[in-house]
């Protein structure tokens, strides 16, 4: 339940891997702030979605002290492995291009490890609380209002306001359309994304190019791996059984010329649409965007959760020299600085989706397409300057 007079210099929305960094920065510099989350604390520490963390993701968690959990149970990952009709190749991305590697670390358990860090140093965070309007952003005393578990309404004062709640969020929602240019590409390509309660079949990140579609493999922890299954626009998933998916993941990762698949119960599943949406500039006279909320980006090259952690300590730093220092420069500079890293990586995110996927069209437009996917693949396999660009942005944000 919040009062009349809840307020803070920061109100940060949403407690994701964006919010909860940003959260731990400017508790640590003594900046009054408080996030607050739609979700239960149960929800957003079981929500599970990446588990690819960048090399720069992980220095910027050790540099601040809230890299003791990845430290412990993260698992270094440097190689991938395609399989298309033109047989199987190995990429051991981490001895290219700047040399770098992904550590192998549950998103639900990076959002624990910082809410936990964040708790311990006497952070504010309230559950069950909805952001619905941020309100007078155009001037320097935003206010959000919310709405608690049971419904009942309140309303937060601010300085400033951390739009962290994601692509449907309220932060979103409340720039008025004609403040910002929004860019949005439907990909067309929709992926059944699973978990199962299995280990992993390969020690790389499998990727399968098929006739049937797209199939992807991806260690989690030992005993969990993430597939992925391109399906049809339509497909829900309740029409994917436990059997379904294994011998469709079986056919398009092609077990028969390399290898079974450690199969087991597949726990959750859901439907993902490929899509890019950005706007622009991130910022809103005193409300700014950071993570899912600033951009959506398709998960094809994981780079959603590292762009969301990059943003949310340039975004800390900018509030801390401002709100401490009365230096406004680095919330000036904010979201040009995020669009480079973020327009590089939709990028490269838009170049694996034609790397993996057909496109639908005609006959002779579908045949281009797989022609230009076969040659792209070739070439990854043959060349070496395109195998230190493809390791360069892989890893990197
Ligand atoms: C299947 C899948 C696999 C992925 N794999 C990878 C990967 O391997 N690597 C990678 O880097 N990225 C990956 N991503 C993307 C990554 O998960 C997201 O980019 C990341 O979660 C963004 O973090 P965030 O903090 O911006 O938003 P979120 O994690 O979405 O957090 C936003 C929070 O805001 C809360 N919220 C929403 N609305 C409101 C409101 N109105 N009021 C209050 N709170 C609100 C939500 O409950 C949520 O807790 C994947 C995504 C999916 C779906």
Known sequence: MTSAGDTADVVILGAGPAGLLLGNLLQRDGIDCVVLERGTREHIQTRARAGFLAARTVQILR???????????????????????????????????????????????????????????????????????????EGDRPSVTVRAADGSPGRWRARYVAGCDGRHGAARRSIPADAVRRHHLDHGVTWLGLLANAPPSLDAVGYAVHGRGFAGHMARTPTVTRYYLQCARDTRAEDWPDDRIWDELSLRLRTDAY???????????????????????????????????????????????????????????????????????????????????????QEFSHWMIGLLHGRPGTDGEARFHDSLRRSRITALRDSRAQQDWFAEHYVGV
Request: overall charge negative; hydrophobic content about 40%; glycine content about 12%.
């Open 259 to 345: 290898g079974p698949l450690r199969t087991g119960p597949v726990g959750q599943r859901g439907v993902v649409h490929l899509e890019s949406d950005v706007l622009e500039p991130l910022r809103h006279g005193s409300l700014f965007l950071a993570g899912d909320a600033a951009s959506l980006i398709s998960p094809s090259a994981a780079k959603g959760a590292n762009l969301a952690v990059l943003e949310a300590e340039l975004l800390a730093e900018a509030l801390i020299d401002d709100l401490t220092h009365g230096d406004s420069a680095g919330l000036d500079a904010y979201s040009a600085r995020c669009l480079t890293h973020i327009w590089r990586a």
């Open 63 to 137: 540099r601040h002290g809230l890299a003791d959990g990845l430290n412990r149970d993260g698992r270094t990952h440097h190689t991938c492995e395609f399989r298309s009709d033109e047989g199987r190749f190995r990429l051991d991305y981490g001895g290219l291009g700047r040399g770098e590697r992904h550590t192998v670390y549950p998103q639900q358990a990076l959002v624990s490890d910082l809410l936990a860090h964040y708790l311990d140093a006497g952070g504010r965070i309230r559950f069950g609380t909805e952001a619905l309007a941020v309100q007078g952003a």
